[in-house]
T-cell receptor
């Protein structure tokens, strides 16, 4: 079974600085998708960024970028120019590419990010 | 697009009572998921519907849990004879075929407290 591990229960960053959240995963599949979701205190989970395993290029969405190391099974999230609104719980998630997975996600334990003004 | 709506937002119930939660997905989304999230943990998959068909259920979904999606529209999740261990956030998410690849939309969840 696939597992996702986030080894940092909590992280903090100063406003305008850069922070990196770590995620590792375990799978025997060669094709899959990886996601970072943000869950603010209001609780609705919001998709931050996604990465397709067959693409070597790291995904970028504005201030958010990933470092995807397929061989190491590592998928870290870098937040640049951190803003107070970035404070939230961040979840790393894995999804098989095959249709039989029905798109279900396997989540890590989450990392609470605090942004200091 | 009004998003994924879940009702109620909070539910407090006594142990042994039955509870039912409702999820209204985005109207054109034919895929619907239920997840359970305990405090400080990541969500865990419970079940998946494609249209009205329940295609997958997790082993987490014991016999006390049942989910339905009549006519492929809204979905309900019922828990019978609630136990304290059922206390959690229950999240619903939906997607269309594009969302299947690009990530789906979550609702704000129903927080269940069993006392």
């Amino acid at each position: 079974a696939q597992t996702v591990t986030q080894s940092q229960p909590e992280m903090s960053v100063q406003e305008a600085e850069t922070v990196t959240l770590s995620c590792t995963y375990d799978t025997s599949e060669s094709d899959y998708y990886l996601f970072w979701y943000k869950q603010p205190p209001s609780r609705q989970m919001i998709l931050v960024i996604r990465q397709e395993a067959y693409k070597q290029q790291n995904a970028t969405e504005n201030r958010f970028s990933v470092n995807f190391q397929k061989a190491a099974k590592s998928f870290s999230l870098k937040i640049s120019d951190s803003q107070l609104g970035d404070a939230a719980m961040y979840f790393c998630a894995y999804r098989e590419a095959g249709g039989t997975s029905y798109g279900k996600l396997t989540f890590g334990q989450g990392t609470i990010l605090t942004v200091h003004p | 697009d009004t998003g994924v709506s879940q009702d109620p937002r909070h539910k407090i119930t006594k142990r042994g009572q039955n509870v039912t939660f409702r999820c209204d997905p985005i109207s054109e989304h034919n895929r619907l998921y239920w997840y359970r999230q305990t405090l400080g943990q990541g969500p865990e998959f419970l079940t998946y519907f494609q249209n009205e068909a329940q295609l997958e259920k997790s082993r987490l979904l014991s016999d006390r849990f049942s989910a339905e999606r009549p006519k492929g529209s809204f979905s309900t999740l019922e828990i019978q004879r609630t136990e304290q261990g059922d206390s959690a956030m229950y999240l619903c998410a939906s997607s269309n075929r594009q969302g299947f690849f690009y990530g789906y939309t979550f609702g704000s969840g129903t927080r269940l407290t069993v006392v």
